[in-house]
């Protein structure tokens, strides 16, 4: 299996700030790289795929990057709506693995 | 707007089968996988496995041996089952649709199953 180590586990922010979410593959994933949120209580809610697209109305603040085995979730300015875990997770082969989690939240 | 919905028991006695629905709407289920996604309460994402329409499955290695998976096209849906569960399997159990070039872009809401006697 493809193991994913999100970087850091936690973070704590404050709103308007720059925040970086690092993910590492075990191995060469291309871009098959996937980044989610998850609210308290709701479904994880697709963000960006393959490395770098943003999900349709996704606001544009959120962006990502990488290829290979190391990959970047940015949010450019923390708003209050974006206090959450994210996930990222990896489509180039099955079984399908999500990295931990990093809770981002109020600083 | 593709919507997906779980059904099924919400709890289930130790040993027995987990046996979940997931119905579909606004978009015909036919031409996607469809996985199934579990999170126990305060952990992360583990995939469970996924279905094609033609019936074609991929597992998680993990749980391979106690679980199997079916899709019904005509009624739009898609199953899971979990035999010889633990207290371990008690989780939030999403299905998901696995788009081919979005990966997981549409997510039921989710369904709580407690595993107990």
């Known amino acids: 299996d493809i193991q994913l180590t999100q970087s850091p586990s936690s973070l704590s922010a404050s709103v308007g700030d720059r925040v970086t979410i690092t993910c590492r593959a075990s191995?060469?994933?291309?871009?098959?790289l996937n980044w989610y949120q998850q609210k308290p209580g709701k479904a994880p809610k697709l963000l960006i795929y393959a490395a770098s697209t943003l999900q349709s109305g996704v606001p544009s603040r959120f962006s990502g990057s990488g290829s290979g085995t190391d990959f970047t979730l940015t949010i450019s300015s923390l708003q209050p709506e974006d206090f959450a875990t994210y996930y990222c997770?990896?489509?180039?082969?099955?079984?399908?693995?999500f990295g931990q989690g990093t809770k981002v939240d109020v600083k | 707007q593709v919507q997906l919905q779980e059904s099924g028991p919400g709890l289930v006695k130790p040993s027995e089968t987990l046996s979940l629905t997931c119905t579909v709407s606004g978009d015909s289920i036919s031409d996607y996988y469809w996985s199934w996604i579990r999170q126990p309460a305060g952990k992360g994402l583990e995939w469970i496995g996924r279905i094609y329409t033609t019936g074609s499955t991929n597992y998680n290695p993990s749980l391979k041996s106690r679980v199997a998976m079916s899709v019904d096209t005509s009624k739009n849906h898609f199953s899971l089952n979990l035999s010889s569960v633990t207290a371990a399997d008690t989780a939030m159990y999403y299905c998901?649709?696995?788009?081919?070039?979005?990966?997981?872009?549409?997510w039921g809401q989710g369904i709580l199953v407690t595993v107990s006697s």
């Open positions: 998901v649709r696995d788009h081919p070039a979005r990966p997981f872009d549409y």
């Open positions: 191995q060469s994933i291309t871009n098959y």
């Open positions: 997770q990896q489509s180039y082969t099955t079984p399908r693995t």
